[in-house]
Nanobody, 121 residues
């Protein structure tokens, strides 16, 4: 199983970006999918997450500005980021709890490679 993230880049404050993360491999089912971020010198933190049923959860700093969504048919999760601020600058990682065909004992969490988001002031 692999997670492939894309969509990062450089944007001015107030701008928007959309991140995508596609899971591939021998996937039986995916439970929670989410986005984390890690700014320089800081710990990785949860940004947003969504369940297979569509429930969502957001970190307080991004509420009202970011929207997480997923396409279960494509095993893909998205993060629409609007009204970006310089403090949103970080490497963004996607994460998913996946039941795979060759590891059926339980869900395992997988991480994407990270995509850099830089917001200039």
């Amino acid at each position: 199983v692999q997670l492939q993230a894309s969509g990062g880049g450089l944007v001015q404050a107030g701008g928007s970006l959309r991140l995508s993360c596609a899971a591939s491999g021998s996937i039986v089912s995916i439970n929670v999918m989410g986005w984390y971020r890690q700014a320089p010198g800081k710990e990785r933190e949860l940004v947003a997450a969504t369940t297979s049923g569509g429930s969502t959860n957001y970190a307080d700093p991004v509420k009202g500005r970011f929207t997480i969504s997923r396409d279960n048919a494509k095993n893909t999760v998205y993060l629409q980021m609007n009204t970006l601020k310089p403090e949103d600058t970080a490497v963004y990682y996607c994460n998913a709890w996946i039941l795979s065909d060759n590891r059926r004992d339980r869900l395992y969490d997988y991480w994407g490679q990270g995509t850099l988001v830089t917001v200039s002031s």
